[in-house]
């Protein structure tokens, strides 16, 4: 039997959660081996517990209280950028219609309708998109606080043409690496630097600490990422020597902003777009720096249960979707099945000078 202490308790591996709110008890399982990490997921479900218990079912709220209870329960555990993602989102498009409607009276045409708005108001599919993954994240929060037993509806999200993503090639890396010196903030070159090198998520290099440096072994533990789980990645010498570079303030923060906290989740949106444009890439984001990563690390032949490792997936099918095929290894596959098949490429080059 586990013992439970703060309501916490370990079972094998992972933490277990049991506590009593009003007589009625809550139990489960975090599905986490962090004793921090199982500690915020533990009071999230003591916030569900005392929503469910301070008689908010006697009467079914509507979408604006459905979504102020989301925000009040999550608002320690998900980052301020989904949170305003989430509340954005529903503010332009859901609210204006169905905010005062009852979360169980929402039907499909509904949901449709406010599908087509955003469609109508010239924004992509991807836009539409985001909304229907924001409202089954709502309604799937109200199944589990028990006001319903499944959602009144039925939307699926708008099958989008995949077009190829941009990532800085292999051939283009140095003059990008230039573009991003160009910067004033000497943060910038540093953070991009460590997302090529290392893959890590935008806010996995604005929350860097100096603790989590290992400098005997150059290793890198990041302490704190989306998937709840840690890892440590052996850092590169050419990263490893701008890293050593950096002052170390009083600041515990690898990359601290003028009041010492660290730098804004859009930080590095400007600098990223501005090199991006001068060398002609497309939009390369601080996402599309991870991928990059991803694919040169492909590119260049290691394994993809590495790559999984060093990105922090938990699922390898999530990885190969950051992984994007290289132009030049496409060609160099192409010549050689013409070699194999007797059209050489010097055959063709003769031929065309002919």
């Not at 609210?95 to 005062?100: A, E, S």
């Not at 290099?205 to 533990?221: A, I, K, N, S």
């Not at 390369?284 to 990059?292: D, E, G, I, K, Q």
């Amino acid at each position: 039997m586990a013992k439970f202490r703060n309501g916490l308790g370990r079972v094998g591996k992972y933490w277990h959660y049991c506590f009593k709110v009003e007589g009625r008890v809550f139990r489960g399982s975090t599905h986490v081996t962090d004793h921090a990490t199982a500690v915020k997921f533990l009071e999230v479900k003591r916030r569900e517990a005392a929503l469910s218990t301070r008689g908010l079912f006697h009467r079914m709220p509507t979408v604006r209280d459905l979504l102020k209870q989301w925000l009040e329960v999550h608002r320690t555990v998900f980052s301020a950028k989904h949170l305003i993602s989430v509340e954005g989102c529903m503010r332009l498009w859901v609210l204006p219609r169905l905010g005062d409607r009852r979360i169980d009276m929402v039907t499909t045409q509904d949901m449709l309708d406010a599908r087509q708005r955003i469609l109508d108001a010239g924004r992509s599919p991807l836009t539409a998109n985001l909304m229907v993954r924001t409202v089954r994240l709502l309604w799937g929060f109200a199944i589990k606080l028990g006001y319903l037993d499944s959602r009144p509806f039925q939307v699926e999200q708008i099958k989008v043409q995949q077009t190829p993503r941009p990532t800085v090639p292999a051939t283009a890396l140095t003059d990008y690496l230039a573009e991003i010196d160009r910067s004033r903030n000497p943060h910038v070159s540093v953070m991009v630097r460590v997302i090529i090198g290392l893959g890590l998520r935008e806010s996995e290099v604005l929350g860097m600490r100096w603790e989590w440096f290992d400098p005997g072994q150059r290793t890198y533990c990041v302490g704190k990422s989306k998937t709840k789980t840690s890892r440590t990645l052996p850092v590169p010498q050419w990263v490893w020597e701008f890293i050593e570079r950096m002052p170390r303030a009083l600041s515990p923060w690898v990359f601290p902003a003028e009041d010492g906290t660290p730098h804004r989740p859009a930080f590095l949106h400007k600098p990223l777009a501005r090199a991006a444009k001068k060398l002609g890439l497309g939009r390369v984001s601080a996402h599309r720096l991870r991928a990059t990563f991803a694919s040169l690390h492909a590119e260049f032949g290691t394994p993809i249960t590495e790559i999984q490792g060093m990105l922090g997936h938990r699922c390898i099918q999530t990885t190969m979707i950051y992984v994007e095929q290289s132009l030049e290894n496409k060609r160099r596959a192409q010549d050689a099945m013409s070699h194999r098949l007797g059209f050489s490429v010097e055959k063709d080059a003769s031929a065309a000078a002919v």
